[in-house]
């Protein structure tokens, strides 16, 4: 059944499509920019930074964009509605501010509250736009070496903003952390080092040797070969280069070297040796009695927090697993903990965000508040009183300050200008601070301290920084984090005199003080976030004056734009073909073509093997997905090709059909799939007894023409999935997935069967690399026409080869079958670890990077029901017998040891190594088995 085979291994989480979303399009010169209802302003924006910032990359990449050409840029209103997207087929991890698809060069960006972070985002994703340009899509990769990421990225940091405190700060930390690498070491590293890294060789290289070499580097560079490049620009080979931007980087932290410390004096809560990177949003209870922050020490983000009474540190909600907490927001983190150690925090859900409050003492969710209505929310605090809630929420593209009642959930806007406003904390119970770029001019990236009362009285009180968050009262002070130096500390404004209070060499990201002088904070060090606690708050520092900055001016310009409908968009993405020639079936061609539309709403694939000799017998499979709506739907054509086996023939079937289905997601995690499928079908069956003798096999005297018939066949498919498994570079690491799958026949069919399969993974992360695994599978099919299953092969019982499964026994007059039927349970269990990091031949120009390896048991069988026992008179078989319930039963196992690595450039190969030896009940059977396989673990 042509569902159930699709669909048995179609895990992964779901996009939910809340909103109905109907685009529209905005037409300028070079661009054309699809946005819905609410996002109008956004577009307009989207539409200044845009046409600017292209006139200004143009020259870098000559001939990249055509004359007349159009680039799309999807602008999504919120970070929920971006992630919704059907222009990538994934989720859309948390942290991706946006991203530039490749075949038709799609910009797609969500706004996230903030406009100078729009505004950056745009920039930096249109420099992709015009890298794949450059090289033509992904199709211009091939056939030459790939450029490494930190020039990728490095590249789009350093042309949407030269310098920034970020790329200063984690440069920093690598250097005072002794964990600088080389260029060359870079050349292997992915992630979030090379978009700093990346834009502070981009800056090196301006200052070293001129504007022009960075438009040199760009614009030879995107060929692939660095090394050669940087040796024309700069006449200095690999190291030598690396070398010099080591000395321009460490130049940098030594003129600041002296004045900033590290906090000796604090009490580093988290650290790399529990695995976390990301521990953020760091708040404590006004008594000092808990301190409570997101990490994702378990794998996934999680809300934790310390009992500093007993110092037991608990996971109080489990992110990324639940319809409430499908994302914390980590990059904006919102905790705050009352007087009465009641703890807030703002999650994303599948509708809206979420504020839940928790009861520190009893560990347990008293509140939930739904934020229906806005686009997103973050920054929150509870007033001193306990009775309201401080966040910011943006809708339409404006952000606001608004205040929740925490007793009857009633919303107030505080705010109600078009500029942005962020990290409200209370300064009493009638009056809050926030930072804001408001001002006349309309320039947008520089903020002040601004102090409003709910009653709508609203003065500034300090500004403005371009750098400038999280103001709080603390005393007769006002505290507040702003850049100096290239470092982000604390400062205290009071009687208009500014003061810095910690001199650390880092980034501080959040902060929060008790009643009586405890603080905490996280800050940026040995390349994560770490948060840090301190028994007393500085009470004085040195006086600093604070200049001001100036923002940047997005200026109205007389952009010719025409609005219009979205139109028909569906277009050609990619496609790929060989041929191939042999005597037994003449020139065979593959072709896939992939077909979409601007959104993503609409697939259309389409997959090829046509033969020469024979178009009737090329196979086919087209696939129409529609993604639209809360339904995805969809349509399979096609003409396949099986072996089936239904005792005693061997059938070669010729499918003809066409497939409808539909998905539902009910949240993030958790679906349901159903489908119908009608197929005309050609059978050849050759009965066993007498295979060796028919017409094509054997064309001798006793020639027999096989039985041909023509069913039709009729089913059903119902399927029900959850995934909320997380996967990081090492592929699936902490969580579990499952399916269970019915398919049967319809009435009017001709081809009888119904099959029940049950499929369950589990992943536990035992350290950041170290991952178990286990997988069982459990399926059964009945009727004249039963699926057959099988227990062997590299993804089976990997000790025992695929060929040999059926066996005729002279004694008993019939076949025995093993490791094959209509009923399958299968389990296996692997210890994935790192293997070899790096190994480098000094006599050959070859590197492997990344191998890992497996230790694994697999344990199983397949049996046809009603067939007694194989038992071990078969020498090369190996069955466990028992006996359970007054019944015999059989299982095949096997131990082994693998490795895994990967192949191949542009598209990667996986590679599956395996030595499999069985197991018997008198042990391990040697010599086993070694297996070449290819494709991605389970």
């Known amino acids: 059944m042509i569902i159930f085979l699709l669909s048995q291994w179609s895990f992964g989480q779901n996009k939910v499509e809340a909103k109905d979303i109907k685009w529209k399009v905005l037409d300028t010169e070079h661009f054309k920019i699809y946005h819905y209802q609410g996002g109008e302003a956004l577009a307009d924006f989207a539409s200044l930074v845009l046409e600017e910032a292209f006139n200004e990359f143009k020259d870098y990449f000559p001939g990249a964009i055509k004359s007349g050409e159009k680039i799309p840029v999807l602008i999504y209103v919120s970070y929920k509605d971006f992630q919704q997207?059907?222009?990538?087929?994934?989720?859309?991890?948390?942290?991706?501010?946006?991203?530039?698809?490749?075949?038709?060069?799609?910009?797609?960006?969500?706004?996230?509250?903030?406009?100078?972070?729009f505004r950056h985002v745009l920039r930096h994703e249109l420099v992709h736009a015009f890298q794949f340009g450059y090289s033509r899509g992904l199709s211009g990769l091939v056939g030459r070496s790939q450029p490494p990421q930190w020039f990728i990225e490095g590249m789009a940091e350093y042309l949407a903003q030269p310098w920034s405190l970020r790329t200063e700060v984690y440069m920093r930390d690598l250097v005072v952390n002794l964990r600088l690498p080389s260029l060359e070491e870079m050349n292997y590293y992915s992630g979030y080092i090379s978009y700093r890294y990346g834009q502070a060789f981009f800056k090196f290289l301006e200052d070293a040797y001129g504007e022009k070499a960075v438009r040199d580097f760009i614009r030879l560079g995107l060929g692939g070969?660095?090394?050669?490049?940087?040796?024309?620009?700069?006449?200095?080979?690999?190291?030598?280069?690396?070398?010099?931007?080591?000395?321009?980087?460490?130049?940098?932290?030594?003129?600041?070297?002296?004045?900033?410390?590290?906090?000796?004096?604090?009490?580093?809560?988290?650290?790399?040796?529990?695995?976390?990177?990301?521990n953020v949003g760091a708040t404590i209870?006004?008594?000092?009695?808990?301190?409570?922050?997101?990490?994702?020490?378990?794998?996934?983000?999680?809300?934790?927090?310390?009992?500093?009474?007993?110092?037991?540190?608990?996971?109080?909600?489990?992110?990324?697993?639940?319809?409430?907490?499908?994302?914390?927001?980590?990059?904006?983190?919102?905790?705050?903990?009352?007087?009465?150690?009641?703890?807030?925090?703002?999650?994303?859900?599948?509708?809206?965000?979420?504020?839940?409050?928790y009861d520190l003492r009893r560990f347990k969710r008293v509140k939930r508040f739904e934020l229906r209505g806005f686009d997103g929310?973050?920054?929150?605090?509870?007033?001193?009183?306990?009775?309201?809630?401080?966040?910011?929420?943006?809708?339409?593209?404006?952000?606001?300050?608004?205040?929740?009642?925490?007793?009857?959930?009633?919303?107030?806007?505080?705010?109600?200008?078009?500029?942005?406003?962020?990290?409200?904390?209370?300064?009493?119970?009638?009056?809050?601070?926030?930072?804001?770029?408001?001002?006349?001019?309309?320039?947008?990236?520089?903020?002040?301290?601004?102090?409003?009362?709910?009653?709508?009285?609203?003065?500034?009180?300090?500004?403005?920084?371009r750098f400038l968050k999280k103001p709080k009262r603390v005393g007769e002070r006002i505290v507040f984090i702003a850049e100096y130096e290239g470092c982000a500390n604390l400062f205290s404004l009071e009687n208009g005199k500014t003061k810095i209070l910690t001199k650390y060499f880092t980034e501080i990201g959040d902060y929060d003080i008790s009643?009586?002088?405890?603080?905490?904070?996280?800050?940026?060090?040995?390349?994560?976030?770490?948060?840090?606690?301190?028994?007393?708050?500085?009470?004085?520092?040195?006086?600093?004056?604070?200049?001001?900055?100036?923002?940047?001016?997005?200026?109205?310009?007389?952009?010719?734009?025409?609005?219009?409908?979205?139109?028909?968009?569906?277009?050609?993405?990619?496609?790929?073909?060989?041929?191939?020639?042999?005597?037994?079936?003449?020139?065979?061609?593959?072709?896939?073509?992939?077909?979409?539309?601007?959104?993503?709403?609409?697939?259309?694939?389409?997959?090829?093997?046509?033969?020469?000799?024979?178009?009737?017998?090329?196979?086919?499979?087209?696939?129409?997905?529609?993604?639209?709506?809360?339904?995805?739907?969809?349509?399979?054509?096609?003409?396949?090709?099986?072996?089936?086996?239904?005792?005693?023939?061997?059938?070669?079937?010729?499918?003809?059909?066409?497939?409808?289905?539909?998905?539902?997601?009910?949240?993030?995690?958790?679906?349901?799939?159903s489908g119908i499928s009608y197929h005309y079908n050609t059978w050849v069956k050759l009965h066993i007894d007498t295979f060796e003798y028919y017409c094509g096999i054997n064309f001798g005297p006793d020639c027999i023409i096989p039985k041909i018939e023509y069913p039709k066949g009729f089913d059903g498919f119902l399927g029900f999935f959850y995934d909320d498994v997380i996967i990081n570079q090492y592929g699936s690491a902490e969580g579990i997935r499952w399916h269970f799958g019915l398919s049967s026949y319809l009435?009017?069919?001709?081809?009888?069967?119904?099959?029940?399969?049950?499929?369950?993974?589990?992943?536990?992360?035992?350290?950041?690399?170290?991952?178990?695994?286990?997988?069982?599978?459990?399926?059964?099919?009945?009727?004249?026409?039963?699926?057959?299953f099988f227990a062997s092969g590299p993804f089976g019982i990997r000790a025992y080869?695929?060929?040999?499964?059926?066996?005729?026994?002279?004694?008993?007059?019939?076949?025995?079958?093993?490791?094959?039927?209509?009923?399958?349970?299968?389990?296996?269990?692997?210890?994935?670890?790192?293997?070899?990091?790096?190994?480098?031949?000094?006599?050959?120009?070859?590197?492997?990077?990344?191998?890992?390896?497996?230790?694994?048991?697999?344990?199983?069988?397949?049996?046809?029901?009603?067939?007694?026992?194989?038992?071990?008179?078969?020498?090369?078989?190996?069955?466990?017998?028992?006996?359970?319930?007054?019944?015999?039963?059989?299982?095949?196992?096997?131990?082994?040891?693998?490795?895994?690595?990967?192949?191949?450039?542009?598209?990667?190969i996986p590679i599956r190594l395996d030595w499999a030896f069985p197991v018997d009940e008198n042990g391990i059977v040697f010599p086993g088995r070694f297996v070449l396989s290819f494709g991605w673990d389970f």
């Open 85 to 117: 997207t059907n222009v990538s087929p994934y989720i859309v991890p948390e942290g991706v501010g946006g991203f530039t698809e490749g075949f038709k060069r799609r910009v797609v960006v969500p706004f996230a509250g903030n406009y100078e972070e």
């Open 225 to 278: 070969n660095i090394d050669a490049v940087l040796n024309r620009i700069t006449g200095k080979n690999f190291a030598e280069i690396s070398e010099e931007f080591s000395a321009y980087i460490k130049g940098k932290v030594l003129k600041v070297f002296g004045k900033y410390v590290f906090p000796t004096d604090a009490k580093r809560i988290t650290n790399r040796r529990d695995n976390s990177f990301m």
């Open 515 to 673: 009643e009586g002088g405890r603080w905490v904070m996280s800050a940026l060090w040995e390349g994560g976030w770490d948060v840090f606690f301190f028994l007393k708050f500085p009470e004085d520092g040195e006086e600093i004056a604070l200049e001001s900055e100036e923002g940047t001016l997005v200026e109205e310009k007389d952009i010719e734009a025409v609005k219009e409908p979205l139109g028909f968009t569906l277009g050609l993405d990619f496609a790929y073909g060989g041929l191939s020639y042999s005597s037994l079936y003449g020139t065979v061609g593959a072709l896939v073509m992939l077909f979409s539309d601007i959104p993503g709403d609409n697939w259309i694939i389409a997959q090829i093997i046509g033969q020469s000799s024979s178009i009737e017998n090329s196979q086919f499979l087209i696939n129409y997905y529609n993604f639209k709506g809360r339904i995805d739907k969809g349509l399979n054509l096609y003409q396949l090709f099986y072996v089936r086996y239904f005792r005693p023939y061997f059938v070669f079937e010729k499918r003809l059909g066409a497939d409808i289905f539909a998905s539902y997601p009910f949240n993030r995690f958790f679906r349901l799939e």
């Open 285 to 357: 209870s006004p008594d000092g009695s808990y301190i409570a922050f997101i990490s994702d020490r378990k794998g996934r983000m999680g809300v934790w927090v310390l009992n500093l009474a007993n110092r037991k540190l608990r996971m109080l909600q489990e992110g990324e697993r639940s319809p409430d907490f499908e994302n914390l927001h980590v990059l904006k983190p919102s905790l705050s903990i009352s007087r009465d150690n009641l703890l807030a925090v703002i999650s994303q859900g599948t509708y809206s965000d979420i504020v839940s409050v």
């Open 801 to 908: 080869p695929e060929p040999y499964y059926i066996f005729y026994d002279p004694e008993k007059g019939r076949y025995v079958y093993a490791l094959m039927g209509n009923n399958l349970v299968q389990y296996t269990t692997e210890l994935r670890f790192p293997f070899i990091d790096r190994l480098r031949f000094g006599f050959l120009p070859l590197e492997f990077r990344n191998l890992r390896a497996l230790l694994f048991l697999d344990v199983g069988n397949a049996w046809f029901s009603g067939d007694e026992p194989v038992g071990d008179r078969y020498n090369y078989f190996y069955p466990i017998n028992f006996r359970f319930l007054g019944k015999d039963y059989e299982v095949f196992a096997d131990l082994g040891f693998g490795l895994r690595f990967g192949f191949g450039s542009p598209f990667y």
């Open 377 to 465: 929310a973050h920054g929150g605090e509870i007033s001193p009183d306990g009775k309201r809630f401080a966040f910011v929420g943006y809708k339409n593209g404006i952000p606001d300050v608004f205040v929740l009642d925490l007793q009857s959930g009633e919303i107030k806007n505080i705010t109600n200008d078009p500029f942005t406003e962020d990290d409200p904390s209370w300064f009493d119970d009638s009056t809050l601070i926030f930072v804001s770029d408001k001002n006349e001019s309309g320039k947008i990236g520089s903020y002040a301290i601004f102090k409003k009362t709910l009653s709508d009285k609203e003065e500034r009180v300090f500004g403005y920084r």
């Open 747 to 788: 009435p009017s069919s001709q081809i009888f069967n119904t099959s029940f399969q049950f499929v369950g993974m589990a992943f536990k992360s035992l350290t950041y690399r170290t991952i178990w695994a286990n997988l069982f599978i459990s399926a059964k099919s009945f009727g004249k026409h039963a699926d057959l």
